[in-house]
């Protein structure tokens, strides 16, 4: 069979004007993810990244810490991420009684992140969405079809991508309830590793959330989930 490693994207710079680019740490997170892939002699056949900066920055990290340069890296918008800010936008201006106070600790953000995600998913949001549920859904497993059948037998692909994506991927391959993925979306850390098996019959899960290139004690502080 052929594994998937599914990346997210290293820290992105919340809190600042511009969210889809990589923070300094982000910068490090991923160059580490690389280093760990080098020193455990990884190549991958297949290398595919969603369109967004965060991602072509992470990639470009990875391949920073492997001292690699890849011949082509597939570029794919099926592995982009959903427009989480218009859908909170969009969930405040119809449930404002939900919107965090000022000075709110960041568990607040994440309680509306989780509770947008599960109007979104239940269709409870009557404003105009750039993508609804379903159609997120169909592009998310129409970049694991891609993979599948485009790929031989026992390659290792790498696809770097963004936190609702990859659980939307897992929750297809699990045949999971929508609740699945807002919470493994929520759980997911930065540069994370999540690991599956597949051929042209089936994809089959193997791990999820993985930080192996963060478990040094002196970066116990670069574990972070925006």
Known sequence: MSELLLVRHAQASYGT???DRLSELGHRQAQ???EYFKDRRLSFDRIVCGRMVRHRETAAGIFRGMDFEPDNVESDPCWNEFDFETLTRAYLDQYPDKAPPPGAPVGSFTRLLRNSIEAWAEDRI???LPERWADFEDR???GLRTLAAVSG???RLLVVSSGGAISMALRHVLQAPASA???MNLQMRNSSVNHLYFNAHSM???GFNHTPHLDDPARAE???YY
């Open 204 to 206: 089959h899960f193997a």
């Open 153 to 155: 037998e026992r390659q």
């Open 32 to 34: 580490w993810l690389g």
């Open 126 to 128: 009557s404003s105009p």
């Open 181 to 183: 993925m807002v919470q």
């Open 17 to 19: 004007d511009d969210y």
């Open 140 to 142: 998310v497993r129409k």
């Open 222 to 224: 670069s574990l972070t």
